[in-house]
């Protein structure tokens, strides 16, 4: 029902920044939760952050939080991932995932049902 496309990704060097952006098409509602998730090779997949599409209320991983920054725009249906002070080991694949949002989950934890193809991003040192 719902198509996440992400895009941004990119080769950058230690310290500089990214920006990445999440397309959500098709039956899309407004109570939806969107969150970034990366994984890179050989190592588990791991939250990075998250936004609420109606209220707006974010959560980041401890391993971003004050450097990565996400934000909506409903009007376009995109979830932004501002990446900036990046370091070598954000270096993984950046998913761009959703589910229906869930007032007594956090959100970084539970199930995200719909996800895109990722997008590569790479972190020179």
């Known amino acids: 029902q719902v198509q996440l496309v992400e895009s941004g990704g990119g080769v ?36 990075v952050a998250a936004i609420t599409w109606s209220g707006g209320v974010t959560d980041y991983s401890d391993f971003v939080k004050g450097r990565f920054t996400i934000s909506r725009d409903n009007a376009k249906k995109t979830v932004n991932l501002q990446m900036n002070s990046l370091k070598p080991e ?3 694949v950046y998913y761009c995932a959703a589910r229906l949002g869930n007032p007594r989950a956090s959100l970084g934890a539970g199930t995200y049902d719909y996800w895109g193809q990722g997008t590569q991003v790479t972190v020179s040192s």
């Not at 230690?14 to 990366?38: E, P």
């Open 12 to 47: 950058v060097q230690a310290g500089g920044s990214l920006r990445l952006s999440c397309i959500a098409s098709g039956r899309t509602f407004s109570s939806y939760d969107v969150g970034w998730f990366r994984q890179a090779p050989g190592k588990e997949r791991e939250f």
């Open 90 to 92: 954000d270096t993984a």
